[in-house]
């Protein structure tokens, strides 16, 4: 996603900026691997439909991230 004004340009990546970045998201990573912390950013994870589950919004295919985030019709490819 990228945003644009006159003034600033702003943008969010998968990938870091800058070798500091990197580090930082290393670590930040195997502190959460140590601790058994799941981070939930993989995209196929979040568009898991979770058999048996409904919605009060949405009864059908409702995924995880749906059961974490919201009960409509948004998901991770509508943000």
């Given at each position: 996603m990228t945003l644009e004004s006159e003034q600033r340009k702003i943008c969010s990546s998968y990938t870091?900026?800058?070798?500091?970045?990197?580090?930082?998201?290393?670590?930040?990573?195997d502190f959460l691997s140590q601790e058994q912390i799941t981070l939930l950013q993989d995209?196929?994870?979040?568009t898991t439909?979770?058999?048996g589950v409904s919605r009060?919004?949405?009864t059908d295919d409702v995924t995880?991230?749906?059961c974490l985030f919201t009960?409509?019709?948004?998901?991770?490819?509508a943000i």
């Open positions: 870091p900026f800058s070798k500091d970045d990197e580090e930082i998201g290393r670590k930040i990573s995209r196929e994870l979040l439909i979770v058999p009060e919004l949405r995880v991230y749906h009960d409509g019709d948004f998901g991770p490819d």
